[in-house]
């Protein structure tokens, strides 16, 4: 079994940046399609970026697009999610999340999660 753990999370004022990487280990990134959710405060969880076992990568959710870019590097077995232009509202826990399947939008399909790494965007 995989096991997940995020990083990069911190406070940024608005329109800054940030890089949250999920580090795997146990099995490679490659062999997994991965997830990046998020979850604000009294919110339900909600999807952000998810790329595939190969090389595919869903359409991003409408409140992060043209924003966020999620990537794989293999050499360090991370899946990365670099975020610009950033805005209070994407203060949340963020998680990342692997699955043995087919890349997917839905947060209950996918079996292995990080702990979370929290962002912070203040106005």
């Known amino acids: 079994q995989v096991q997940l753990v995020e990083s990069g999370g911190g406070v940024v004022q608005a329109g800054g940046s940030l890089r949250l990487s999920c580090a795997a280990s146990?099995?490679?990134?490659?062999?997994?399609?991965m997830g990046w959710f998020r979850q604000a405060p009294g919110k339900e969880r909600e999807f952000v970026a998810a790329?595939?076992?190969?090389?595919?990568?869903?359409p991003y959710a409408d409140s992060v697009k043209d924003r966020f870019t999620i990537s794989r590097d293999t050499a360090k077995n991370t899946v990365d999610l670099l975020m610009t232009s950033l805005k209070p509202e994407d203060t949340a826990v963020y998680y990342c999340?692997?699955?043995?399947?087919?890349?997917?939008?839905?947060?209950?399909?996918?079996?292995?999660w990080g702990q979370g790494t929290q962002v912070t965007v203040s106005s």
């Open positions: 999340a692997a699955r043995n399947g087919i890349i997917s939008r839905m947060s209950s399909v996918y079996g292995a």
């Open positions: 146990g099995r490679t990134v490659s062999t997994y399609a």
């Open positions: 790329i595939s076992s190969g090389i595919g990568v869903l």
